[in-house]
């Protein structure tokens, strides 16, 4: 089994940065890829950003350039660095860890608001 508790969301304005973190517990040893996915109300749940085990990342088009994904090893701690915060990107934000077998974690979400 695997925990994972996000922490960092919550209101800021639209221009601004936020700075989400994922905390990872249990049997991570066979997680192969970490990510972050959000779900804004009335659509789906969409990917963020992830990143491999071997350090690969990949995001969004929506995000690109403007949020960063980034990880302690040591510490089991996945990071997402929001910047330039827009309207659109208010939503609940979910990490999520993907096991070897395609099994998917998910942890509870943070909500992220954007003012404009």
């Known amino acids: 089994q695997v925990q994972l508790v996000e922490s960092g969301g919550g209101l800021v304005q639209a221009g601004g940065s936020l700075r989400l973190s994922c905390a990872a517990s249990?049997?991570?040893?066979?997680?192969?890829?970490m990510g972050w996915y959000r779900q804004a109300p009335g659509k789906e749940r969409e990917l963020v950003a992830s990143?491999?085990?071997?350090?690969?990342?990949d995001y969004g088009d929506s995000v690109k350039g403007r949020f960063i994904i980034s990880r302690d090893t040591p510490k089991k701690i996945l990071y997402l660095q929001m910047n330039s915060l827009k309207p659109e990107d208010t939503a609940v934000y979910y990490c999520?860890?993907?096991?070897?077998?395609?099994?998917?974690?998910w942890g509870q979400g943070t909500q992220v608001t954007v003012s404009s």
């Open positions: 999520n860890g993907r096991h070897y077998s395609g099994y998917n974690y």
């Open positions: 249990g049997s991570i040893f066979n997680i192969n890829v």
């Open positions: 990143i491999t085990r071997g350090g690969t990342t």
